[in-house]
T-cell receptor, first 110, second 112 residues
Framework: QQPVQSPQAVILREGEDAVINCSSS?????VHWYRQKHGEAPVFLMILLKGGEQMRHEKISASFNEKKQQSSLYLTASQLSYSGTYFCGTPPTGGFKTIFGAGTRLFVKA | DVKVTQSSRYLVKRTGEKVFLECVQD?????MFWYRQDPGLGLRLIYFSYDVKMKEKGDIPEGYSVSREKKERFSLILESASTNQTSMYLCASGLGRNSPLHFGNGTRLTVT
């Protein structure tokens, strides 16, 4: 079951904040976040584990609410380099394969 | 740095042709994956492998098969290419469940 991401797209001015959400209908063991810039491969940002701490990657942080089966990615004081498509991925409990959401397209303009 | 190399960046094939997409990783990862990426649908898992000669179907395996004869190499095979298989194909590798995936640069396949 593919996790659901929202919003589908967001446009920001440099310096503004944004939140990207990822939710699943199934119990989550962990959530992975990736960013893909145009024409490039997806690049790993962070993994959040059940019972783990909030994680950070530069000025991007994320939280994981196991009870609500959702994760949120917080982009603070966005920079032009944050533009791209953000994917959340959810491995099933006990499994290896990572199922990704449809992605959130983020565009930061000067 | 982990390197995942896909053999072709762009590929154009005719309907009915047999197509091989090759992927090689250099970090001794047990797990390898094939995804296809289509606008609005994100990354959808076709097949994955957790060991040599071991494979499991992902969410959209129909029309595809895979081969993993060596740990570093994972091949995706389209037995008889069809136009609805026109897509970007991404290979990835990883160590385990809580490890990040490392992606190749992708192969954009066009089936005419």
């Amino acid at each position: 079951q593919q996790p659901v991401q929202s919003p589908q797209a967001v446009i920001l001015r440099e310096g503004e904040d944004a939140v990207i959400n990822c939710s699943s209908s199934k119990a989550l063991y962990s959530v992975h976040w990736y960013r893909q810039k145009h024409g490039e491969a997806p690049v790993f940002l962070m993994i959040l584990l059940k019972g783990g701490e909030q994680m950070r990657h530069e000025k991007i942080s994320a939280s994981f609410n196991e009870k609500k089966q959702q994760s949120s990615l917080y982009l603070t004081a966005s920079q032009l380099s944050y533009s791209g498509t953000y994917f959340c991925g959810t491995p099933p409990t006990g499994g290896f394969k990572t199922i990704f959401g449809a992605g959130t397209r983020l565009f930061v303009k000067a | 740095d982990v390197k995942v190399t896909q053999s072709s960046r762009y590929l154009v094939k005719r309907t009915g042709e047999k197509v091989f997409l090759e992927c090689v990783q250099d970090m001794d990862h047990e797990n390898m994956f094939w995804y296809r990426q289509d606008p609005g649908l994100g990354l959808r898992l076709i097949y994955f492998s957790y060991d040599v000669k071991m494979k499991e179907k992902g969410d959209i395996p129909e029309g595809y098969s895979v081969s993993r004869e060596k740990k570093e190499r994972f091949s995706l095979i389209l037995e008889s290419a069809s136009t609805n298989q026109t897509s970007m194909y991404l290979c990835a590798s990883g160590l385990g469940r809580n490890s990040p995936l490392h992606f190749g640069n992708g192969t954009r396949l066009t089936v005419t």
